[in-house]
């Protein structure tokens, strides 16, 4: 079988590979080296017929090499346990009424992993098989998923250790020592109780929302938000904390739109944005609030959070708003502004990071009006 770059006409295996993955519109047939996954088709000798591209990169097997092979040679498919998978399932001689396999991980020569899920083709719901159609992907999505998760728990497990070590030893004392100790001692440790559960309900609404982003669930309760008077809150609360005045610049420009948004969610980004350039920045922290217009050219409202420290490195722009990246070792659980990043995606905005003027980080997100449609009318 001679394996070309150019096909003026369609060989009778192209024909047949084409019908595999034909879409059903007369019209339209699609080239299996389109699809993104690896495409493997045998006839009903187990010869293969098709072995598109990414089946190539997959795994790693010439396209010459496969074409008009027995299945099992083409493919040598072994499942965890070392058997070869042809034999085990036996689509040409097993159950007729078998339809599919369903995706499972197999082991190729050499241990290279592959995700594989069959159809079975039949003129007749329990006649003779008449087409294999095989598809592979890879494991790499899978894996960087799987370490994804790995990371979300040890991050979880290494959070909640401290302040439940610490609300467990001041219980514990209290309960055992009480009458030992004086009114403001006791008043102490409960504070600090009290401190400590605040932060494990904060990390359990964060991994909250990380699953309702991570999972297209999170809700958006649209209302009419006074954004310059949330950022003033915000303000406040800062210097009530202990921040001095001038830390502190705020610049509202005129001609603000009207921004429906859910307050609570815009307070959660305003919040994260300001403790970030306090905790990791320093010098004055800036707040600009201004008209700006959306990507599709509707008015929009958007916000500028710049500070004078000493910025984030070039190289890790494009990590910041990642799982657990975190700009200095100031604590923080870096899922902030993953979670921040989810809010205004759901919002319709954007949100970007750069340098500031003075050399700090500067981020700047922007919420497009989004009136209900109700009120157009």
């Not at 034999?87 to 040409?92: F, Q």
């Not at 504070?191 to 990390?203: F, P």
């Not at 915000?234 to 502190?248: C, E, K, N, S, Y």
């Not at 403790?275 to 958007?302: F, L, M, Q, S």
Request: proline letters at 6%; one cysteine or more.
């Amino acid at each position: 079988m001679t394996v070309g770059t150019s096909r003026p006409s369609p060989t009778p295996d192209a024909v047949l590979c084409r019908d595999a993955v034909r879409t059903g519109a007369s019209a339209y047939g699609l080239d299996p080296d389109d699809l993104p996954d690896g495409l493997v088709v045998a006839d009903e000798a187990g010869r293969v017929v098709c072995f598109n591209e990414a089946a190539v990169r997959i795994t790693a097997v010439p396209k010459a090499r496969a074409l008009g092979a027995a299945l099992e040679h083409a493919l040598p498919l072994e499942d965890l346990k070392g058997r070869r998978w042809w034999a085990l399932t036996d689509p040409y001689g097993g159950l007729a009424t078998r339809v599919a396999q369903p995706e499972r991980n197999l082991l190729l020569p050499g241990g290279r992993e592959v995700l594989v899920s069959a159809r079975y083709v039949r003129d007749t719901p329990t006649g003779p098989l008449r087409r294999l159609v095989v598809s592979l992907r890879g494991t790499e999505a899978r894996r960087r998923t799987e370490r994804s998760h790995a990371e979300l728990i040890a991050t979880v497990a290494h959070e909640l250790r401290s302040p439940l070590t610490s609300v467990k030893g001041f219980t514990a004392t209290l309960l055992a020592k009480w009458e030992r100790f004086t009114d403001d001692q006791k008043r102490l440790m409960l504070e600090t109780v009290d401190a400590d559960a605040g932060r494990i309900s904060r990390l359990i609404a964060e991994l909250l929302d990380i699953s309702r982003i991570d999972s297209g669930r999170l809700e958006v309760r649209r209302q009419i938000v006074d954004l310059p008077a949330a950022v003033e809150r915000h303000v406040q609360a800062h210097l009530a904390g202990g921040q001095a005045p001038d830390r502190f610049a705020l610049r509202i420009r005129p001609g603000l739109p009207g921004l429906w948004a859910d307050p609570d969610k815009v307070d959660q980004v305003l919040g994260n944005l300001l403790e970030n350039a306090v905790r990791h920045g320093e010098g004055t922290v800036t707040i600009e609030v201004a008209p700006a217009a959306a990507d599709d050219d509707e008015k929009g409202t958007a916000v500028t959070v710049s500070d004078e420290g000493p910025g984030i490195p070039e190289e890790s722009m494009s990590r910041v708003f990642t799982r657990f990246w975190r700009g200095s070792k100031r604590g923080g659980t870096g899922l902030g502004l993953y979670i921040v990043k989810g809010i205004v995606e759901a919002h319709g905005g954007t949100i970007t990071v750069g340098r500031a003027p003075r050399g700090g980080a500067q981020f700047r997100f922007t919420l497009p009006v989004g009136t209900p449609a109700h009120l157009h009318q």
